[in-house]
């Protein structure tokens, strides 16, 4: 009898428990729709693309990436992603720390300024540069009183992606920071550490894989913006053309497998980055899995019988 | 470390959570900051540990002001609420951080987490992070970190505020023990009056932001400065009375009222202790109807009707209950042994504190 009360009991847990899921075909058929959809609309282009840059050989691919002018896109991206993404998260950081952590005047102000770029088209974000520093705008005259060129000059393309690029990281840091409020900070302050120490053990490891995705994200964005840096970077190949630029000037120029080429390999500077990120995450969570196999141990304290610490 | 506050004022903007407290801690003491929420003991807390400044008045550690010594210069351990362990470390990396901030040779510090994990019975945890931990376990690390700098002031707020009922009784006994190991002036946040009775060696009570006792747990049991702390300590029957004749009287109960004027209304309280109750019906003045037993262990909970329908509570053992042959519906006579004036006004009285929705069963009433 109670053997069977048990088996009851047992049969009706795994029942109530298959109650709650979804049934078997809803599941399923969620599945295919969103690996479809990713297949037909993420993949494929993607394949595609390097597809279409190996069309005409391997040789071929080659001469499109050394080719001087392209080469000197390339250069140009890497260097104004190296540039923006480092000013970036500093900015981000400081941003985020800001909204998360204190209560000032103007905060709803900062966190819509922050927004900003998400909302204003790339061409405008661009048309603004060369209004303030091109030729005819507020500081154009001077400038070039003092022989300084932003406009149709690398300062710009920096400049406008910094712009476009600025709400990356610290959209990814503020929820973080307010969800882990302050506390941490201030159990550091108490055992002694200061501003600076605190900064760096506490903070920003707490903040680490926000942080790391807010700089793939802006990484991504500073080597693929086209917009704006199209409006302020005057397309002077070889020396103010991005590989976006590139792309598209080639292609206009009816050199498919070349502009193709380049975009394989913007692409595949997006997929190393993601690639990155995915194996610093394994690891991460090999270390937690690991942590969890030490053996647990009695919940009592064994405090009392066998004296305590010296010297506190 | 002896810690002095004087005449301390916080106010966080035009609040006024902290006002014009004055007390001090004595080397070694274990003290309980009680009060309801919102009282300013928190805040109190966080003064002494350099987290918040004083508006008004000065706080001395050893004698010393302190005033504009940074957190990080008091030497102190602080166990916040939350526990606040830094989530991206280990079980050993939490309980060291202290000391390699204060640049301890990699041996010792060594040799000082494996001293506490041993004895905070964390052996074997020193990998885990956090999350992996239970809350009785993440409450131990998080004291365990506090003291690895051997700090001279150990504080606590609301120490055993997020463990299940089980783990809190084991941890307060466990602080009781430790703090008698250490011997580390320790102070500690509780809204919780058992806890603050059974834990500290005395109690300072607050009640927005105002000190209202300072005491040994037994005394602000039976010497309550004033009707806040009688009420928010233990468990009291607190009765409206008006003056007649020289005597208090409210439904069949009469208090004596000598030199009280005429008409003069009374708050009178007594505990559950001063209402003795006999089986034998011509004994004690007032008749009564046992309406409920409560059982709390060794000690039990009993609710007497009188035939006005005034409800007293008393308590007694259960070996004094069995002598006296009692069971629900019985009927018995009862006195009141003796009784505090809480509160006495010519007319109207201060409307009921919130304390009295504190009435559960506690230990108070077992002192």
């Known amino acids: ?312 | 470390m002896s810690i002095e506050l004087k005449s301390i004022t916080k106010k966080f903007g035009e609040v006024t959570a902290v006002n014009n407290v004055t007390f001090s801690v004595n080397e070694g003491e274990l003290m309980a900051l009680l009060g309801p929420s919102g009282g300013g003991k928190t805040t109190v807390l966080r003064m002494i540990a350099g987290l918040e400044v004083p508006t008004q008045g000065d706080i001395f550690i050893n004698g010393q002001r302190v005033n504009d010594v940074p957190v990080q210069k008091r030497n102190i351990g602080f166990v916040f609420q939350s526990y606040a362990l830094f989530r991206n470390m280990t079980v050993f990396g939490n309980i060291a951080f202290g000391l390699k901030i204060k640049k301890w040779k990699k041996a010792d510090m060594q040799a000082r987490v494996m001293e506490l994990l041993e004895l905070f019975g964390l052996s074997g945890l020193e990998k885990r992070y956090p999350h992996q931990l239970s809350g009785g376990q993440r409450q131990r690390v998080a004291i365990a970190r506090a003291l690895a700098p051997k700090p001279s002031l150990l504080l606590l707020d609301e120490p055993f505020g997020a463990v299940d009922a089980k783990i809190r009784q084991e941890l307060r006994e466990w602080l009781v023990t430790l703090h008698s190991e250490l011997n580390v002036t320790t102070i500690f946040v509780t809204h919780d009056q058992e806890e603050a009775m059974e834990v500290s060696n005395r109690i300072v009570i607050f009640s927005r932001g105002n000190l209202e006792q300072i005491g040994a747990p037994r005394e602000v049991y039976e010497q309550p400065a004033n009707e806040f702390v009688a009420r928010f300590i233990g468990v009291m029957n607190v009765l409206d009375t008006e003056v007649q004749g020289g005597v208090a009287r409210v439904s069949e109960l009469q208090f004596p009222a000598d030199g009280q004027a005429e008409g003069t209304r009374l708050r009178i309280g007594f505990r559950p202790y001063a209402v003795q109750i006999s089986n034998d019906l011509n004994l004690y003045p007032y008749r009564a109807v046992l309406r409920h037993t409560f059982f709390l262990g060794i000690m039990l909970r009993l609710e007497l009707e009188l035939p006005s329908g005034l409800i007293l509570r008393s308590r007694m053992t259960k070996e004094e209950y069995a002598q006296l042959g009692l069971e629900d519906g019985r009927e018995v006579t009862v006195r009141i042994r003796n009784f505090r004036v809480l509160a006495s006004e010519g007319s109207a009285l201060p409307p009921e504190l919130e304390a009295s929705a504190h009435r559960r069963p506690t230990i108070a009433e077992h002192i």
């Not at chain 1, 190949?237 to 380049?262: S, W």
């Open chain 1, 1 to 312: 009898m109670a053997g069977n009360t048990k088996r009851n009991l047992g049969e009706g847990h795994a029942k109530s428990k298959r109650g709650t899921e979804e049934p078997l075909w809803a599941k399923w058929t969620l599945i295919t729709i969103a690996m479809l959809f990713c297949l037909v609309f993420l993949f494929l282009p993607l394949v595609n693309v390097f597809a279409q840059a190996f069309s005409k050989g391997w040789s071929v691919y080659w001469h499109a990436l050394t080719h001087p002018d392209s080469w000197s896109a390339i250069k140009l991206t890497l260097l104004v992603a190296a540039i923006s993404v480092p000013l970036n998260v500093v900015f981000g950081l400081a941003a985020a720390w800001a909204i998360a952590k204190f209560e000032f005047r103007g905060k709803a102000l900062l966190i819509t300024l922050i927004d900003l770029p998400f909302s204003v088209s790339p061409v405008v974000a661009g048309l603004m540069f060369v209004v303030l520093f091109g030729l005819q705008g507020f500081f154009g005259g001077w400038l070039n009183d003092h022989n300084l060129r932003i406009i149709f000059a690398v300062p710009g393309i920096i400049l406008a992606t910094v712009f476009i690029t600025f709400p990356f990281v610290a959209r990814e840091l503020i929820p973080i920071m307010q969800a882990a409020g302050s506390d941490q900070e201030q159990a550091a302050l108490t055992m002694g550490a200061n501003g600076w120490q605190t900064f760096w053990h506490v903070t920003l490891p707490s903040v680490k894989w926000g942080l790391i995705y807010g700089i793939i994200l802006c990484n991504a964005r500073a080597m693929g913006e086209f917009g704006a840096v199209s409006v302020v970077s005057g397309h002077i190949t070889g020396q103010t053309d991005t590989m976006p630029l590139r792309i598209e000037k080639l292609y206009n120029e009816y050199q498919g497998p070349a502009a193709f080429a380049v975009a394989s390999l913007l692409a595949l500077l997006a997929l190393v980055t993601l690639g990155l990120k995915t194996v610093l995450e394994w690891k991460q969570s090999l270390e937690f899995s690991r942590a969890q196999q030490t053996p647990p141990v009695k919940r009592a304290p064994p405090i009392g019988a066998d004296g305590g610490i010296a010297g506190m």
